[in-house]
T-cell receptor, first 113, second 112 residues
Framework: EAAVTQSPRNKVAVTGGKVTLSCNQT?????MYWYRQDTGHGLRLIHY???????EKGDIPDGYKASRPSQENFSLILELATPSQTSVYFC????????????FGHGTKLSVL | QQNVQQSPESLIVPEGARTSLNCTFS?????YFWWYRQHSGKAPKALM?????GEKEEGRFTIHLNKASLHFSLHIRDSQPSDSALYLC????????????FGSGTKVIVLP
């Protein structure tokens, strides 16, 4: 099964600080995604990537940047963290264009104080 | 922008019963329709998908899709306590690489 690894598992940050969430996948998938999950909202798409060097805005990109330096790695960057960004963040990779099955990492719980 | 809604928000069923979950979407051009399951504290995991009108069965799970009604559903036969989880429906749009839009989820509890 596809392996997607996120780090860190838990993060506490201060308001105004910079936070970087990392994701690594070992299955050579082209597409990678960052979602956040909040009660009552399901999974909401922040940024995604079609391959190394590409990033695209999702449905809720404000306050977030993304970086895809290689096929395996996809980072989510919060330059100036705010309490409203407290959430659980999931990274996923996709196995094929079109009817794409997503493989999710175990999530990063971020608390911004 | 795609709008995906799920109902009910939560559901309690006895072991052995049939569980039915609903999902509506707003974009009639949507192509692929997925159900994911997320056990508490775990990552979401894909259950099954459908892309043409009708029904698809895999084991105890069945998806029904009616594109004209902008509706699809998941039915679980002989529900087990291990089926207790958050169920997320997801819809893809059009185009070569179309990210999934998820609903807010239905929390299912199966009582032994």
């Amino acid at each position: 099964e596809a392996a997607v690894t996120q780090s860190p598992r838990n993060k506490v940050a201060v308001t105004g600080g910079k936070v970087t969430l990392s994701c690594n996948q070992t299955n050579n998938h082209n597409n990678m995604y960052w979602y956040r999950q909040d009660t009552g909202h399901g999974l909401r798409l922040i940024h995604y990537s079609y391959g190394a060097g590409s990033t695209e805005k999702g449905d809720i990109p404000d306050g977030y940047k993304a970086s895809r330096p290689s096929q395996e790695n996809f980072s989510l960057i919060l330059e100036l963290a705010t309490p409203s960004q407290t959430s659980v963040y999931f990274c996923a990779s996709g196995d094929a264009p079109g009817n794409e099955r997503l493989f999710f990492g175990h999530g990063t719980k971020l608390s911004v104080l | 922008q795609q709008n995906v809604q799920q109902s009910p928000e939560s559901l309690i069923v006895p072991e052995g019963a049939r569980t039915s979950l609903n999902c509506t979407f707003s974009d009639s051009a949507s192509q692929y329709f997925w159900w994911y399951r997320q056990h508490s504290g775990k990552a979401p995991k894909a259950l099954m998908s459908i892309f043409s009108n009708g029904e698809k069965e895999e084991g105890r799970f069945t998806i029904h899709l009616n594109k004209a009604s902008l509706h699809f559903s998941l039915h679980i036969r002989d529900s087990q306590p291990s089926d207790s989880a958050l169920y997320l429906c997801a819809v893809s749009g059009t185009g070569f690489a179309s990210a999934l839009t998820f609903g807010s989820g239905t929390k299912v509890i199966v009582l032994p």
